[in-house]
């Protein structure tokens, strides 16, 4: 398949942007979007990145009448065509593919894309698209670091775009209620939110040499913005997610849903004051660099959020494993990971309300596509980069940090009782799964400042220097929009 260089699509972009101007695009877009809605009343998208998460974005567009999915890109030729062979099995029409998506973003009967590709992705895609004139649909993390995210922003707000984040639970119905019960102050003051990933991840095994890539895979493309590397992992998809130039490990996997239901819980609009991490990778070694035990601990002016991850076999915790808990001076809200039935408590454990009901979360996408209203959407693309971002503080302190023997009880939390209570479930965890920690170190982050209006950490270079990354020539996220 031929492909578009990335010099010819700057030279596209730029005749065009000589022509017309972002929102002068922006406009236009819509009125094709008004006048073929005249015709057929359906929303022409393209799905980008069809492995595993992608699948469920062509299941859930293949099932409506009111859109029609009219292209698959992947770099990935063989999961562009299973996905493909999917949406004929549902007897729709066959669409294009493409492996290169600037080849498809010239396609300006388009209307939207949604992304499902890997982490390093997210955040050029959508920009890409947004300055295409498409509105957008992206996973979460939306980003791969924090600069990432306020990128995406501002280009949603140069042109004028709907960008719509993958945290689903922000339209279920269940979570959208508890979380007014606990606005209204049903539990009293909130003083603790907490997220909870326990998801057992298994070692993901240890290669002695570079991998081959698999056949139809253009790896140039699959790469895009991260440096380029032999495959260093025995399974090519998926098990990105544990390497640090491609994922977020999961605290910006699974995380970053708990991440966002536990600050949106708090009431935050902005990012926290102070941010601090420990962990490690526990139980085998193998190619995966991401820790698969973490802690993070953030501070508000008037509260607090703490974030675990257990990637070894663990109990829920009042009941979650994968989901949240929110603290009040008068009772607890517990939310699971389904999002469709959420449980509060007083202080004595009694019930005293109930939640349930699912939701649409691309079906609010789409409603928000043809209202052009920001407000419509339950997920806006700030509220995205702020939550994504709050993962990716968490890794930072991370990274900075250093060895600390688990025989030397850490000084770090100081008088924070519910700080050290985690830590000590922490060490916990860890003897009931076998790990001998006798001569064994987790790695300490160091507490960082950060000034969340400006988005920077306070008088450290090194901690804002791992905001942003390295890009790879033709495939640079902009420094400005």
């Known amino acids: 398949m031929s492909r578009i260089t990335r ?26 979007t008004r006048k073929r809605g005249m015709v057929n009343n359906r929303i022409q998208i393209a799905v980008i990145g069809t492995n595993g998460r992608g699948m469920d974005h062509v299941r859930s567009f293949v099932e409506r009448d009111d859109v029609q999915i009219v292209a698959i890109c992947d770099a990935d030729r063989n999961a562009a065509e299973k996905a493909v062979a999917e949406i004929e099995k549902r007897g729709k029409p066959r669409p294009t593919i493409y492996q290169d998506i600037r080849k498809l973003l010239e396609d300006r009967d388009l209307d939207a894309v949604s992304i499902a590709t890997p982490n390093h992705w997210h955040a050029l895609g959508a920009i890409w698209a947004m300055q295409a004139g ?40 269940a979570v959208q209620e508890a979380i007014a019960y606990i606005h209204s102050g049903k ?3 909130v003083f603790l939110s907490r997220g909870l990933c326990y998801k057992t991840r298994n070692s993901i095994g240890k290669v002695t040499a570079p991998t081959p890539v698999p056949p ?7 790469l895009g913005p991260a440096p380029y590397k032999p495959v260093m992992r025995q399974r090519f998809h998926y098990d990105w997610h544990w390497q640090w130039d491609y994922g977020n490990g999961d605290l910006g996997n ?10 949106w819980a708090l009431n935050k609009r902005e990012m926290p004051r102070t941010v601090m991490a420990l962990g490690g990778r526990f139980g085998y070694i193998d190619d995966g660099e991401t820790p698969n035990t ?39 809200v517990v939310m699971t990971g389904n999002y469709s039935r959420v449980l509060a408590f007083d202080n004595n454990d009694n019930k ?14 789409l409603d928000a596509v043809r209202s052009r209203r920001i407000t419509d959407l339950n997920a806006d693309i700030e509220e995205g980069h702020i939550s994504s971002a709050m993962c990716h503080l968490g890794n930072i302190s991370y990274l900075l940090g250093s060895p600390q023997s688990f025989s030397a009880k850490t000084q770090a939390f100081g008088d924070n009782k519910e700080a050290m209570e985690t830590y000590l479930r922490f060490e916990q965890h860890l003897a009931d799964n076998g790990v001998p920690m006798n001569n064994l170190q987790y790695r ?5 400042e950060f000034n969340p209006k400006r988005e920077q950490f306070k008088g450290n270079k090194e901690a804002n220097a791992l905001l942003t990354r390295e890009y790879r020539k033709g495939f640079e996220v902009p420094n400005r929009v």
Not at 8 to 28: K, N, P, V, Y
Not at 153 to 170: D, H, L, N
Not at 254 to 263: F, L
């Open 254 to 263: 699974q995380g970053i849903h708990q991440m966002d239901i536990a600050r």
């Open 444 to 448: 300490l982050g160091p507490k960082l």
């Open 352 to 365: 005293i309300a109930e939640f349930n009901g699912s939701g649409d979360h691309y079906g609010n996408f």
């Open 216 to 222: 139809g895979v253009d790896y140039d493309l699959w």
């Open 134 to 173: 498409k509105d957008v649909y992206v996973e979460k993390p939306v980003s791969h670091n924090v600069l990432e995210g306020r990128r995406i922003v501002e280009a949603a707000r140069k042109y004028r775009r709907i960008c719509q984040t993958g945290t689903q639970s922000r339209s279920h119905r």
């Open 7 to 32: 010099r010819s699509f700057l030279e596209i972009s730029a005749l065009t942007a000589a022509a017309l101007t972002g929102a002068e695009w922006a406009e236009q877009a819509q009125a094709r």
């Open 294 to 332: 973490q802690l993070v601990f953030m501070d508000y002016d008037d509260a607090q959020l703490i974030f675990e991850v257990r990637g070894l076999k663990t109990e829920p915790l009042r009941g979650a494993s994968v989901g949240n808990i929110i603290y009040g001076t008068e009772g607890y």
């Open 187 to 189: 539990i009293g003051k």
